[in-house]
């Protein structure tokens, strides 16, 4: 039998990233999920990381810059950071962005000591 594991979102603790960015985040063996809130105006500075990253926008509006190119990115949209390469991303609009992020591996960094 398996252990069939169920996340609640509002059992889920929110951690303040930095003022105006918030998120959460579940992780399994080898995948983490994480999902962000960013107030408008707010984003995360330009990084990178040995980690594969996808995100999905489910609502909101974000100038997206990955490897030196600038795009927007709305809610629906779709996106895909290899490893290593350099990103940011700043909300845009007077709305929330609210973003669902997938790595592999897991981010240790992101978990709690």
């Not at 992780?27 to 960013?38: E, Q, S």
């Not at 909101?60 to 490893?83: N, S, Y």
């Amino acid at each position: 039998m398996v252990d069939l594991p169920v996340y609640r979102w509002d059992e889920l603790e929110e951690e303040v990233v930095k003022p105006g960015v918030r998120r959460r985040i579940v992780a399994g063996n080898k995948i983490m999920l994480v999902v962000y809130r960013i107030d408008p105006g707010e984003g995360i500075s330009m990084h990178n990381h040995p980690h594969e990253q996808m995100g999905y926008i489910v609502e909101g509006e974000a100038e997206f810059e990955i490897g030196g190119e600038k795009t927007i990115l709305r809610a629906g949209d779709i996106f895909h950071v290899p490893p290593n390469v350099p990103h940011a991303g700043k909300v845009i609009g007077d709305k929330p962005l609210l973003e669902i992020d997938i790595f592999h591996p897991i981010r240790e960094n992101f978990r709690k000591k």
